[in-house]
């Protein structure tokens, strides 16, 4: 479905293009990722979450209150309230995460524990041990064990799936307003983060990849 050319040509930053084009093609076969807006979607949107495939695991750092005020304006409604979260990934997660996605309370640390990994970032006690029961490995316990690109790929490919993406990318054509792109990016971001380059993504996969 795609080659590890295509795939260097379409994301330049990708380290090991063969490695990806192997794990992501029987990821995208098993779960019906397989028709060229499908493809260029899901490439897209997980080229982005993975920084072209190169960073598996959520960074948390943040250098200024500011800044977690933008990302989390409803957890941090003031500077005040984020400073003590600056530069502190693991108190962060475990404060964000706190309580929903499967995870326990700010003291059971699955906040840090599950957080982002794999090319879709997935997050949360309850993802994990979804997808870990798919996969046959044990996630919960072994969260790390998604950062291999098989994988990671299967796990993303599963998620798109099971959250209903591979419709939203059908009804994608010429949609002047990114309405699906727009619900496909909060499907899987939990809001519109970066929607501008998951576009230009998608764009570029749709001329190199698709063509």
Aim: with cysteine; charged share 20%; aromatic share 10%.
């Amino acid at each position: 479905m795609i080659t590890a050319a295509s795939l260097r040509t379409a994301l330049p930053l990708c380290k090991e293009p063969d490695k990806w084009a192997n794990a992501l093609n029987p990821a995208m076969c098993k779960f019906g990722i397989d028709t060229p807006a499908r493809i260029a979607s899901f490439l897209a949107q997980t080229g982005y979450e993975s920084g072209q495939y190169n960073i598996l695991i959520e960074n948390l750092t943040y250098k200024t209150a500011v800044r977690l005020t933008k990302i989390w304006p409803k957890r941090f409604p003031t500077e005040q309230s984020a400073t003590p979260y600056v530069n502190d990934e693991e108190k962060l997660a475990n404060f964000v995460y706190a309580n929903r996605i499967g995870n326990g309370d700010i003291n059971s640390g699955d906040g840090y524990r599950y957080r982002g990994r794999g090319i879709i970032q997935i997050t949360g006690k309850s993802n994990y041990a979804d997808i870990g029961k798919m996969l046959g490995v044990d996630l919960v316990n072994n969260p790390d064990l998604i950062l291999t690109p098989d994988l990671a790929a299967m796990g993303a490919a599963y998620f798109w799936q099971g959250h209903g993406l591979n419709a939203l990318a059908d009804d994608m054509t010429d949609d002047k307003d990114l309405e699906d792109f727009t619900t496909i990016t909060k499907k899987i971001n939990g809001g519109t983060a970066g929607l501008t380059q998951r576009l230009a993504l998608f764009k570029t996969i749709e001329e190199t990849l698709i063509a």
